[in-house]
């Protein structure tokens, strides 16, 4: 399993040299490949983030891109790699250690409730009461199940939507990713 790099070759250090080359006081250490001297030169940054996008894909995909054309060096990304992780170290600086968003639902216990922090929206309102949290922690149900009921007619005014697939096929027709 690859290991983030915090010391220098990671996302979370891609955000520091940003940090530093526009003014602010970075909260880990530069990345090692784009100094933060050299970023301040520039009159405009633009960081454009590729969800999913790894170095591997790129490399053998990207051939002849403009992507590709322009890389300077893989970087590592953060622990857990998932968007919310991703993204809130984007907007913090800070690693999903010390943010604390591991994944797209996180146990919110001050607010007593399980939320999606990306949308800021709380898990569970549709259901008769909330989870119960002490310490930090779901408390066990009292309750049958999960201990919570679906609120039908709430539900109702909610309905799911299923996502279109997302497919990639290669010019011979082989699915590359799903």
Not at 57 to 80: D, H, K, N, Q
Not at 87 to 98: Q, S
Not at 138 to 152: D, K, M, N, Q, W
């Amino acid at each position: 399993m690859l290991r983030p790099d915090y010391a220098g070759g990671g996302f979370a250090n891609l955000i520091a040299s940003i940090v530093e080359a526009c003014g602010g006081k970075p909260r880990h250490a530069p990345l090692s490949a784009l100094p933060a001297a050299e970023l301040a030169q520039a009159s405009n940054v633009v960081l454009l983030i590729i969800d999913g996008l790894g170095d591997h894909y790129l490399r053998r995909e990207g051939a002849g891109g403009a992507l590709l054309s322009r890389r300077c060096g893989a970087i590592t990304s953060v622990f857990p790699s998932t968007t919310a992780s991703a993204i809130t170290t984007a907007h913090t600086g800070w690693t999903p250690l010390e943010h604390g968003l591991t994944g797209w639902f996180t146990l919110f216990g001050a607010a007593g409730c399980v939320g999606a922090p990306l949308p800021f929206q709380r898990r569970g309102e549709i259901v008769d009461q909330p989870l119960e949290t002490q310490d930090g922690y779901v408390s066990p149900p009292t309750r049958p199940g999960i201990g919570v009921e679906l609120i039908e007619e709430v539900a109702a005014a909610h309905p799911g939507r299923s996502p279109e697939p997302h497919l990639v096929f290669a010019p011979d027709g082989a699915l590359l990713d799903w």
